[in-house]
């Protein structure tokens, strides 16, 4: 299978920090795929402090979705201020609008993600989002195939072509930022050799547990 051949490559991923994360191994695939191309992502100001420290593109350009995302001519200017005026490529890894329209005015020439609640009528290959995004896990059934949200989006850079060789999302931690961890565990009285878990009750309201099975986890690991 021949790799295509894409000069400049925009990458839009607007998501939070949890789904972002899960995100890494399809940006990571462009680069491992595309070792010469001109990459530039577009990513939440608000993970700015994670995302410096990934190495996933040559060119990282923060928009501030919370306060922008809702004006078409702030979302306008912010596209045309991108370091590349044409793309050979974009792929939208987030199903926001917004998204989609600074791909669109970023004048990229394919225009590659999910058609979510109808809202790709700006890409140029629109794929079938999963029937379970944005449900409540109570309202699953056994005729919804449920993956995890990594093959969701390792799905849409297999759509443009590439091979996809890891995908086991990772964070690669900066030397100061594990010095803040480890001060964090020392200051809260964690060794080093201590097991430790975290537990985060917290999500998207479709895959939000009750509070009861948080607790039963916590007892079972304590058990």
């Known amino acids: ?62 928009f501030d979705c919370e306060k922008n995302g809702e004006n078409p001519f ?7 201020s991108l370091p590349v005026q044409d793309y050979d490529l974009a792929i939208v890894l987030d199903t926001r609008l917004t998204s ?10 394919r225009r590659i993600g999910y058609n979510y609640r109808c809202r790709g009528f700006l890409l140029t290959d629109r794929v079938k989002a999963p029937l379970y995004w944005n449900r409540p896990m109570w309202e699953y059934s056994d005729s919804i195939k449920v993956s995890h949200e990594v093959d969701s989006w390792i799905k849409l850079i297999e759509k443009a072509g590439f091979i996809v060789k890891e995908q086991r999302p990772y964070i690669k931690e900066s030397h100061e930022s594990q ?45």
């Open 1 to 62: 299978m021949n790799t295509p051949k894409f000069k400049n490559v925009l990458i839009v991923d607007l998501l939070r920090i949890g789904d972002t994360v899960v995100t890494f191994p399809a940006i990571r695939a462009v680069r491992e795929n595309l070792p010469d191309a001109q990459i530039t992502l577009v990513a939440s100001t608000d993970l700015k402090s994670i995302i410096e420290d990934q190495e996933l593109a040559d060119n990282i350009v923060y």
């Open 74 to 80: 702030l979302i306008w200017k912010f596209s045309k």
């Open 100 to 109: 989609n329209l600074i791909a669109f005015w970023a004048n990229a020439k």
């Open 179 to 223: 010095k803040r961890c480890e001060s964090f565990l020392k200051e809260h009285n964690v060794a080093q050799t201590d097991t430790l878990v975290c537990i985060h009750p917290g999500s998207n309201i479709s895959y939000q547990w009750n509070s009861d099975r948080f607790a039963q986890v916590g007892d079972f690991i304590i058990e």
